[in-house]
């Protein structure tokens, strides 16, 4: 077992880079053990693993398997450390984050790793699922008072549900409440832009820089 | 424009030999787009081989384009081994629920009866029909999905991508499974006077590293593309999104042609590999055929015939992937336009200069 603290930290980092779920576990019941802050340990060790897989992920040694296996690697962890959050810690209002997959589409492996990313980085993600009708992302981001409405999709069929959830936002006088971000296999900016998205992003890491830009957080 | 002076199956020919050709071979890759040609919805092609091969034909005749392909999505062979397919009312259908779903279960899977399972001896007769119809002129095509494509339908995309790290031997049995169901349909393809030509998504450098698909995809495409060249057929090889890192690997299933996607460089592709294989790309679907005006597809035409029409094995001018339903025919049309109006041979000089789209996909 590591014997400081930073070597703890940095070895459930490494847990969660080489997509090790029961090293991430053991080791953050053994941060639980020794009285270590669960919020630090959850951000020096899990998240900073996470990002890391994710830089992985973005100069292409990583691919959606590894990323998948290191965030299970990360909620392994997470589940042993988050019951011993802090309450202040635990209940810091969160930037809030609507997604899902708009209807007609069933792909959901780019959705999961955005949501994943974004969980990492500190933002409450309330995860709709896949295939979703429009009106049910604008009824939650209202119900939920989101910042963030987050829309995805693989096929060039169920891009116009995107436009779709824009206008039932503009009709319902709510746009502005929300910034919209939209991002999947044929979307692009030039698509965004026509139907007044508010962002693109071609990768589940630069969906979370997306957001802090949008949002102005520095979770 | 006037219509052309040869056949497909003539510019083919003669393409092979390295004779004259009045234009360029070109693929606008219409999937249930044909469905608007006849008026008709998407989900009236489920169990209507009939219907389907209508469509097609009055597709093809429409738009004059140079290879004809029975298709209206990748699940058709998972279906025929236990997925679940939802069928919109007038859209493309889509994959509600994976065949199995742990991995227990893998040995429950069974290679589909074409003749009997699913919606395959549905597809097998409008491939019948159509070749009736327009065979003498145009090859006909039957669409076949790749193994590691079809697997992840059979168990889950998510499902699949853990195994792949976790237990590569359960990943190897349902691919074989998968390739055992993908025989018989070639096979029984191969009967009805068509081709299967294979399309290979998850495959993509988009979703698995380059030794995953060395790993996983190849030896499996590899196998289904010695067995059609056994038979004389040769072989189109579609995967998705990025590519560059698996080309060669794509080479070495011994596929003649290449579709390209555009999320992939023509011109890279053209300098690695266009001594192996011919290849057809890149036009993009959504941002240019779909959303693009006619002037913009003309534009694209021009930048991928610039990019690849000296590749040594030839190029055939196509959409990057299949066409979105609602795409408009006058940008079809100005595909086939851009094609003839460039003519044969291609004068490079005049095209250089032509202006440039952004490839989107490419941000």
Redesign the interface.
């Given at each position: 077992m590591p014997q400081s603290e930073s070597e703890l930290f940095r070895a459930l980092s490494e847990s969660v880079v080489e997509?090790d779920e029961d090293a991430s576990r053991s080791l953050s019941e053994e941060a639980v053990t020794r009285e270590i802050d669960a919020y630090t340990a959850i951000e020096r060790g899990l998240v900073d693993g996470m990002n890391r897989a994710g830089d992985l992920f973005e100069s292409?040694e990583y691919?959606?398997?590894?990323l998948?296996?290191c965030s299970?690697a990360m909620y392994a962890g997470l589940d042993v450390l988050r019951p011993h959050l802090k309450v202040k810690d635990a209940a810091q209002r969160k930037i809030k984050i609507v997604i899902g997959v708009v209807e007609?589409?069933?792909?959901?492996?780019g959705k999961?790793l955005v949501k994943i990313m974004l969980e990492a980085s500190g933002f409450a993600v309330i995860d709709l699922g896949r295939?979703i009708a429009p009106q049910r992302f604008v009824d939650v981001a209202l119900s939920e008072n989101a910042d963030v409405i987050a829309l995805s999709t693989l096929?060039?069929?169920?891009?116009d549900a995107m436009a779709e959830i824009i206008v039932k936002l503009q009709e319902a006088k709510v746009r502005e409440r929300f910034k919209v971000i939209v991002g999947g296999?044929?979307v692009?900016?030039?698509?965004a832009k026509?139907i007044n998205a508010d962002g693109y992003a071609?990768s589940a890491p630069n969906a979370v820089k997306l957001v802090r830009e949008l949002v102005g957080a520095v979770a | 424009m006037a219509r052309d002076a040869m056949t497909p199956k003539q510019r083919f020919a003669a393409y092979a030999r390295g004779e004259a050709l009045d234009r360029l071979p070109c693929v606008p890759i219409v999937g249930n787009t044909a469905a608007r040609v006849l008026g008709v919805k998407v989900s009236e092609f489920r169990g209507n081989g009939k219907l389907l091969a209508a469509a097609q034909v009055a597709a093809y005749r429409r738009f004059g384009y140079d290879v004809m392909r029975i298709f209206t999505d990748l699940y058709t062979q998972a279906e025929a081994m236990g997925a679940r397919v939802h069928y919109p009312d007038d859209e493309t259908a889509y994959l509600a629920e994976p065949a199995i779903d742990s991995v227990e279960k893998i040995d429950s899977l069974q290679p589909a009866d074409p003749r009997k399972a699913g919606n395959l001896p549905h597809h097998l007769e409008a491939m019948a029909r159509a070749v009736d119809a327009v065979g003498d002129e145009v090859a006909v095509n039957g669409a076949l999905t790749g193994p590691f494509t079809t697997a992840s339908f059979l168990i889950g995309a998510d499902r699949l991508a853990r195994l792949m790290l976790r237990n590569p031997e359960a990943v190897h049995r349902l691919c074989e499974v998968a390739l055992q169901s993908a025989l018989a349909y070639a096979e029984a393809i191969l009967e009805v006077g068509c081709a299967p030509s294979l399309t290979d998504a998850m495959c993509s450098s988009t979703v698995i590293s380059a030794r995953q698909f060395q790993e996983f995809g190849q030896p499996y495409l590899r196998r289904l593309v010695e067995f059609l060249h056994a038979r004389d057929r040769a072989v189109t090889l579609h995967i998705c999104g990025k590519t560059r890192p698996i080309w060669s690997a794509m080479c070495d299933t011994g596929a003649d042609c290449l579709s390209i996607d555009n999320a992939a460089d023509l011109a890279e592709a053209k300098a690695s590999i266009g001594g192996r294989v011919r290849l057809m790309g890149n036009i993009p679907p959504a941002e240019v055929m779909l959303l693009g005006t006619p002037e913009q597809v003309r534009a694209d035409v021009r930048r991928c015939v610039r990019q690849a029409h000296d590749n040594p094995k030839g190029l055939i001018v196509a959409t990057g992937c299949s066409l979105p339903v609602e795409t408009p025919f006058a940008n079809i049309d100005a595909m086939l336009d851009a094609v003839r109006e460039i003519g044969w041979p291609v004068n490079a000089a005049e095209l250089v200069g032509a202006a440039e789209l952004e490839n989107p996909c490419r941000a």
């Amino acid at each position: 077992m590591p014997q400081s603290e930073s070597e703890l930290f940095r070895a459930l980092s490494e847990s969660v880079v080489e997509m090790d779920e029961d090293a991430s576990r053991s080791l953050s019941e053994e941060a639980v053990t020794r009285e270590i802050d669960a919020y630090t340990a959850i951000e020096r060790g899990l998240v900073d693993g996470m990002n890391r897989a994710g830089d992985l992920f973005e100069s292409e040694e990583y691919f959606i398997p590894e990323l998948l296996l290191c965030s299970d690697a990360m909620y392994a962890g997470l589940d042993v450390l988050r019951p011993h959050l802090k309450v202040k810690d635990a209940a810091q209002r969160k930037i809030k984050i609507v997604i899902g997959v708009v209807e007609g589409d069933t792909h959901d492996i780019g959705k999961n790793l955005v949501k994943i990313m974004l969980e990492a980085s500190g933002f409450a993600v309330i995860d709709l699922g896949r295939d979703i009708a429009p009106q049910r992302f604008v009824d939650v981001a209202l119900s939920e008072n989101a910042d963030v409405i987050a829309l995805s999709t693989l096929m060039t069929t169920t891009m116009d549900a995107m436009a779709e959830i824009i206008v039932k936002l503009q009709e319902a006088k709510v746009r502005e409440r929300f910034k919209v971000i939209v991002g999947g296999g044929p979307v692009s900016p030039a698509f965004a832009k026509r139907i007044n998205a508010d962002g693109y992003a071609n990768s589940a890491p630069n969906a979370v820089k997306l957001v802090r830009e949008l949002v102005g957080a520095v979770a | 424009m006037a219509r052309d002076a040869m056949t497909p199956k003539q510019r083919f020919a003669a393409y092979a030999r390295g004779e004259a050709l009045d234009r360029l071979p070109c693929v606008p890759i219409v999937g249930n787009t044909a469905a608007r040609v006849l008026g008709v919805k998407v989900s009236e092609f489920r169990g209507n081989g009939k219907l389907l091969a209508a469509a097609q034909v009055a597709a093809y005749r429409r738009f004059g384009y140079d290879v004809m392909r029975i298709f209206t999505d990748l699940y058709t062979q998972a279906e025929a081994m236990g997925a679940r397919v939802h069928y919109p009312d007038d859209e493309t259908a889509y994959l509600a629920e994976p065949a199995i779903d742990s991995v227990e279960k893998i040995d429950s899977l069974q290679p589909a009866d074409p003749r009997k399972a699913g919606n395959l001896p549905h597809h097998l007769e409008a491939m019948a029909r159509a070749v009736d119809a327009v065979g003498d002129e145009v090859a006909v095509n039957g669409a076949l999905t790749g193994p590691f494509t079809t697997a992840s339908f059979l168990i889950g995309a998510d499902r699949l991508a853990r195994l792949m790290l976790r237990n590569p031997e359960a990943v190897h049995r349902l691919c074989e499974v998968a390739l055992q169901s993908a025989l018989a349909y070639a096979e029984a393809i191969l009967e009805v006077g068509c081709a299967p030509s294979l399309t290979d998504a998850m495959c993509s450098s988009t979703v698995i590293s380059a030794r995953q698909f060395q790993e996983f995809g190849q030896p499996y495409l590899r196998r289904l593309v010695e067995f059609l060249h056994a038979r004389d057929r040769a072989v189109t090889l579609h995967i998705c999104g990025k590519t560059r890192p698996i080309w060669s690997a794509m080479c070495d299933t011994g596929a003649d042609c290449l579709s390209i996607d555009n999320a992939a460089d023509l011109a890279e592709a053209k300098a690695s590999i266009g001594g192996r294989v011919r290849l057809m790309g890149n036009i993009p679907p959504a941002e240019v055929m779909l959303l693009g005006t006619p002037e913009q597809v003309r534009a694209d035409v021009r930048r991928c015939v610039r990019q690849a029409h000296d590749n040594p094995k030839g190029l055939i001018v196509a959409t990057g992937c299949s066409l979105p339903v609602e795409t408009p025919f006058a940008n079809i049309d100005a595909m086939l336009d851009a094609v003839r109006e460039i003519g044969w041979p291609v004068n490079a000089a005049e095209l250089v200069g032509a202006a440039e789209l952004e490839n989107p996909c490419r941000a």
